[in-house]
């Protein structure tokens, strides 16, 4: 017998109403109203903190920091954003890199602080 496939179980997942809602991390620690960019998906809510984003364009992130690699990859995420920025596109950056907090926090509309699976990545596009 084999085990159901990723796509299976996230039909399942979905038809059972299973979804994730989206968090906005606050930094201000409740201080005051925070109004960052970054943001995060649970299943430990009922309700999305912003509203679904309408033609923003999905960037993913260079991933899990590597000596060497972090920096230059998430340079180039960078550098797509502000492309997508100069023909008129809303961006949404999608990466569990801490280092892109340094490199990209104020560049794109959307900021997920999210892996980078199938499972994830399709969460944050159907929303």
């Keep these: ?6 796509d299976h179980v ?5 038809n059972a109403d299973i979804k994730p809602v989206t968090k906005q991390i ?13 943001l995060y998906m649970t299943y430990n809510g009922i309700e999305n903190d912003t ?9 993913l ?7 060497g690699s972090s920096i230059e990859f998430d340079w180039c995420a960078v550098s797509c954003i502000r492309a997508l920025r100069q023909m008129g596109f ?10 892109t907090v340094s490199t990209d926090y104020d560049e ?5 602080f999210e892996e980078l ?8 596009y159907q929303r």
């Design 1 to 6: 017998q084999h085990s159901p496939s990723e």
């Design 10 to 14: 996230r039909m399942k997942r979905i």
């Design 26 to 38: 606050d930094t201000l620690a409740a201080e005051y109203p925070a109004e960052t960019n970054y």
């Design 51 to 59: 509203k679904p984003g309408e033609g923003s364009v999905m960037v």
């Design 61 to 67: 992130g260079s991933g899990a920091y590597r000596i």
């Design 90 to 99: 809303q961006s949404t950056m999608v990466n569990y890199n801490p280092e």
């Design 108 to 112: 794109c509309d959307s900021l997920y």
């Design 117 to 124: 699976s199938k499972e994830r990545i399709l969460d944050i």
